[in-house]
């Protein structure tokens, strides 16, 4: 399978065909239609069904540990030894990964990380910089909502979505492009219960789960299931831009925000980007001239949403204990700014 992330060609290849179609359903909205194409790949994956078997070289000092990997580096490559459950392999300086293990579940989860994380460093070069947040399109203006994990963008997301006018830009991580305009990027949703009210085509191709392995089961529903509510290449320059915060009341509110304290949720979900999907021994690599390019990163995403924050209308979002009646509350909040 072939992916095509705003203009970064990902090629994905595997003698797994579960692996392959289940990633294909995570990243339906950027499958390449014909498959394979002939131009330059930016990032080429292979995902073999076996145990580990990785020949970290021998006296290789780790670099990184976290509760999920061993790092080790040598040259340009990077061995993560996932404690004998799996095993990668980074070639930073071709792009190319190897992946292997045979617990689905775990394959799944480090594969669908991993291309985000590496097509997210590209991304970043290329001037297009993730936020994490939950974002709609209505009558042509893009709401773009702020909110930590665990924080219910995407239960919010799927009570917006019951209403005919809106579509979904992206359920966690919209794009913003230096001019502080917000691009699509519509992966699959992450629900504890789906609302019956949307409707999925064949539920029992496009509904299904991930099973993580910190977090827990998630039911998941596809944007192919979602064709007709989704936004693909529309770019949004006018953006209404909130930030949520969990209200001990049934009742939800929307207040005006200052630039100060908007720019303080973008710094911490945006330049910083708390919470963003990662894999961070895929990210983070080591020595100077990485060290230049992070930097790098850095001002491109600070510069792109500084913009965003002067261009957009500025609101907090006091979101109670009932998501339809925030829902509702964001819908009416719409109309009387889009529709006067």
């Known amino acids: 399978m072939q992916l095509s992330i705003s203009g970064i060609e990902i090629r994905i290849e595997s003698d797994w065909p579960e692996i392959i179609e289940i990633l294909t359903k995570d990243f339906w909205s950027f499958l390449n239609p014909g498959n394979f194409s002939s131009g330059p790949i930016d990032i080429s994956i292979k995902i073999e069904k076996v145990n580990p078997s990785l020949d970290i070289p021998l006296e290789s000092i780790a670099v990184m540990q976290t509760l999920n990997a061993i790092s080790y580096d040598q040259d340009s490559k990077r061995y993560c030894d996932y404690y004998g459950s799996a095993g990668s392999r980074i070639d930073f300086a071709s792009n190319d990964?190897?992946?292997?293990?045979?617990?689905?579940?775990?394959?799944?989860?480090?594969?669908?990380?991993?291309?985000?994380?590496?097509?997210?460093?590209?991304?970043?070069?290329?001037?297009?910089?993730?936020?994490?947040?939950?974002?709609?399109?209505?009558?042509?203006?893009?709401?773009?909502?702020?909110?930590?994990?665990?924080?219910?963008?995407?239960?919010?997301?799927?009570?917006?979505?019951?209403?005919?006018?809106?579509?979904?830009?992206?359920?966690?991580?919209?794009?913003?492009?230096?001019?502080?305009?917000?691009?699509?990027?519509?992966?699959?949703?992450?629900?504890?219960?789906?609302?019956?009210?949307?409707?999925i085509d064949n539920p029992e191709q496009n509904i299904y789960e991930m099973k993580r392995e910190i977090y827990g089961t998630k039911t998941l529903i596809s944007t192919r299931g979602l064709d007709?509510?989704?936004?693909?290449?529309?770019?949004?320059?006018?953006?209404?831009l909130a930030e949520g915060f969990r209200y001990n009341s049934d009742s939800s509110k929307i207040v005006e925000s200052t630039w100060l304290q908007t720019f303080k949720g973008l710094f911490k979900h945006g330049v910083i980007g708390i919470g963003s999907p990662i894999v961070i021994e895929y990210f983070w690599q080591m020595g100077v001239a990485d060290f230049f390019i992070k930097t790098r990163i850095f001002f491109q995403r600070l510069f792109a949403f500084y913009i965003l924050s002067l261009r957009a209308r500025k609101v907090k979002i006091y979101s109670g204990s009932n998501p339809q009646k925030t829902a509702l509350e964001i819908i009416r909040y719409l109309e009387k700014f889009c529709l006067q």
């Open 228 to 240: 007709s509510k989704i936004e693909t290449g529309t770019i949004f320059k006018k953006v209404f």
């Open 97 to 199: 990964i190897l992946i292997q293990g045979c617990d689905f579940d775990k394959i799944h989860e480090m594969a669908y990380l991993i291309i985000l994380s590496r097509s997210g460093k590209m991304l970043d070069l290329k001037g297009f910089h993730k936020l994490h947040a939950m974002a709609i399109s209505f009558e042509g203006h893009a709401f773009v909502c702020m909110m930590p994990s665990k924080g219910g963008k995407s239960t919010l997301l799927a009570e917006l979505l019951k209403d005919p006018r809106v579509k979904m830009i992206s359920d966690d991580i919209p794009l913003i492009d230096t001019l502080g305009r917000v691009h699509p990027f519509p992966l699959k949703i992450g629900l504890n219960e789906i609302p019956i009210e949307i409707s």
